[in-house]
């Protein structure tokens, strides 16, 4: 059995509503068990106690938020403790060319400054899921998508 944690901040739920639809979807690979948190809930040992880490923030100027940022900086408390997890990142932003980009690969220099596995996909959505306001329908299914990658990947590291 492998652990995903889904850490997210969300002020007006549309993150929130993500990190519920990762959740499902890493859910649906037998073998793994998935928390999510809000990230003012979640602690170091949350972070070492998972096999993969999904992270999630609104984009505010092209950034992870204030509070998303926080975890991490204090995670140079535990670095080198995450490398060899799996990690991934997922936004919701205000309008297209808006920064979700940026912000996704902001989450992920971090985790990757941590040592940890970061799985790009080919076709759309290389750096995570990202979404327009209130997630849609599709935007809802690449959440889901994400979340079934990452358990996988996890799952086959950890065997």
């Not at 408390?77 to 995450?82: M, N």
């Amino acid at each position: 059995m492998v652990k995903i944690l889904v850490v997210y901040d969300s002020s007006t739920g549309n993150t929130e509503k993500m990190a519920f639809a990762v959740a499902e979807g890493a859910k649906q690979v037998n073998e793994v068990e998935v928390v999510v948190k809000r990230v003012d809930q979640t602690s170091l040992d949350d972070l070492l106690n998972a096999d993969g880490i999904i992270m999630g923030s609104p984009t505010y100027y092209g950034q992870m938020t204030a509070k998303l940022k926080a975890l991490i900086d204090e995670s140079v408390e535990i670095h080198g403790k995450l490398e060899g997890k799996v990690g991934a990142a997922f936004t919701s932003s205000g309008g297209t060319a808006t920064g979700a980009e940026t912000t996704l690969l902001s989450i992920l220099e971090a985790m990757l400054i941590h040592g940890m596995i970061v799985q790009g996909k080919a076709h759309n959505k290389h750096y995570g899921a990202a979404a327009v306001g209130s997630p849609n329908e599709k935007e809802i299914e690449s959440c889901k998508e994400l979340g079934k990658r990452v358990a996988k990947l996890t799952l086959k590291l950890n065997k």
